[in-house]
């Protein structure tokens, strides 16, 4: 098949028939070369552990994993999220009522805390969480099962996952990882990835890549405490999850959880320099950002959306994302809301609404419901704004669709994403500590009526969708060529290696700088000690 449809395209620019067909079967090979390296990853036994239900994180890898259960291998998948049923696609569903209070508890934390106090209880409660989970007799069977095989194994290991990283030792397998954002100091640190605080913010600022030098000391101060918090207080916590319930064969030759995360062999990350700051990455990762949305068309509009959208004059879509209830913003904040949305009959309004109690005053312009094919609905061409917590998948799908956007940041990294689409030039912020309806009804007419808004969600959209490669396909490809090359250890920089003075060049410093100036130290002072008395002067004594 391949030499027939080369022969059909094959230039003729010689009459000689021997030298034709040399050359239809040289370029058959070289055609056939990258086939023969792909099929050479093709029934791998993949592994994708992810019992922690983080709705977005494992929603955004989904048409990774659902992608490689169709191009042929075999996909064992574990995790707390029920994924649709393919071929050649295994999945079990792991829950507990524990890890959700767990979660529930957290989340109300991390909403009524600062960056700092973000930290702390992040590394509290996140320590608990595998700890808890790891008892899962799924889990448990997953550990202590010697008869299973598997080739390469998916976990989040940056992100409350760090014990499964351990799996890839009992697999003798590599581990790849998959990250919801850019890496954070840590995760920059444990894959050998550089983070200059001079340009790029922690995700829990609001700080863009041109900081000042107050911003630039902020920076500074909460990325080496995270660093520090994390390396000497979270990981030891979870050294001590591995050592207690990791325990199969082998176990007790596990080296330190550090080091195996020093060893992951790639890392998938959900983020593009369309949808945040450009910064420097090693070959170890992969931006994968919108994976989930480079071939999406989304899932079809029922009738009665499609017919509200096409009949409005436009359509403004309001969600809060999978993690934070409408109604958590306070019955004061969601009626002012509802007044806004009032003043702005002409168009319809798609709200997202999960709560304990229902707005009154609703005008008729507003449909609720707690789902709305999000996608679709950014994507029909009658929508005009979305208003979001700023959540970095709600934004991409923004970006994707040239959608202006308006952030109401509820906490994690909403905030840092909120301000890249202000310096980006395509929405703006209405706080919640600010939330009225003249402030929201204001940003929403602002976008609607000043041209620069929608232009620049436009060319964000360019940049977005100009790649090289289609995100899920750059995904599937990064998988199988770990699968190929062995756990493909060339591509872990030497960094990880390195002990932290030479990576800091602090001995070549000393070596170049501070032994000469002790050389010429010494020889100043030997040169005075010794230079010739003047007559009469009294000799030292």
């Known amino acids: 098949m391949i030499g027939k449809t080369i022969e059909r395209n094959f230039s003729i620019h010689s009459s000689d028939t021997h030298d034709l067909t040399s050359k239809i079967r040289m370029k058959a090979s070289l055609l056939l070369v990258p086939l023969l390296m792909c099929g050479s990853a093709l029934a791998a036994d993949i592994l994708v552990v992810l019992p922690l239900p983080f709705t977005s994180h494992v929603l955004t890898f989904k048409p990774l994993f659902v992608e490689l259960a169709n191009r042929g291998h075999n996909v064992t998948y574990i995790g707390a999220l029920s994924l649709p049923e393919t071929q050649n696609f295994h999945q079990t569903i792991v829950r507990n009522s524990s890890i959700d209070d767990l979660l529930e508890r957290l989340v109300e934390k991390l909403r009524a805390t600062d960056q700092w106090g973000f930290l702390s209880y992040f590394w509290q409660y996140g320590s608990q969480l595998m700890d808890i989970m790891l008892d899962h007799p799924a889990l448990q069977n997953l550990i202590q099962d010697e008869s299973l095989h598997f080739d390469v194994v998916i976990t989040e290991p940056y992100f409350l996952h760090e014990p499964l990283v351990a799996l890839g030792h009992k697999f003798n397998a590599p581990v790849i990882g998959i990250f919801p954002l850019s890496p954070t100091i840590w995760g920059s640190y444990l894959s050998g990835n550089l983070m200059p605080f001079s ?42 999850v591995v050592r207690n319930k990791m325990k199969f064969k082998g176990a007790e030759s596990l080296p330190s959880l550090q080091s195996m995360l020093k060893n992951v062999s790639l890392n998938l990350i959900d983020y593009h320099y369309s949808s945040g700051y450009n910064r420097p990455f090693e070959n170890n990762i992969l931006q994968v950002g919108g ?40 019955e004061d904040a969601v009626q002012e809301i509802v007044k806004a949305f009032a ?7 798609f709200m997202k609404w999960d709560g304990d109690f229902q707005p009154t005053g609703l005008p008729p312009n507003v449909k609720l419901s707690k789902w709305f094919p999000q996608p679709s609905v950014l994507g029909h061409p009658k929508t005009k704004v979305m208003i979001g917590h700023g959540g970095l998948h709600g934004i991409m799908e923004c970006i994707h669709h040239g959608v202006p956007f308006i952030g109401i940041p509820q906490f994690s990294d909403q905030e840092s994403n909120t301000r890249f689409v202000i310096s980006s030039g395509f929405g703006l912020r209405v706080g919640k500590e600010e939330l009225t309806s003249e402030k929201l009804l204001g940003a929403v007419r602002a976008l609607l009526t000043e041209p620069r808004y929608k232009e620049n969600a436009v060319k964000r959209s360019l940049i977005a969708r100009d790649r090289v490669m289609a995100p899920l396909d750059l995904a599937v490809y990064g998988v199988e060529y770990v699968l190929r090359h062995k756990g493909a250890p060339h591509l872990r920089p030497a960094v990880l290696d390195l002990p932290w003075y030479q990576y800091l060049l602090v001995d070549v410093l000393f070596i170049t700088i501070v032994v000469p100036l002790v050389v010429i130290f010494i020889v100043l002072k030997l040169a005075t000690w010794c230079r010739p008395f003047p007559p009469n002067a009294t000799p030292r004594k």
């Open 199 to 240: 340009y790029v913010p922690s995700y829990k600022t609001a700080f863009t890549d041109h900081m000042t030098l107050t911003e630039r000391i902020h920076n500074t101060l909460i990325q080496l405490y995270e660093f520090i918090g994390t390396k000497y207080y979270y990981l030891p916590k979870q050294e001590e």
């Open 343 to 349: 003043q702005l009959s002409d168009y319809q309004i």
């Open 291 to 330: 994976l989930s949305l480079a071939r999406a068309k989304g899932e079809p509009l029922d009738k009665e959306l499609s017919e509200l959208m096409d009949k409005s004059k436009g359509v403004i879509y309001f969600s809060l994302g999978s993690h934070v209830k409408t109604s958590e913003l306070g």
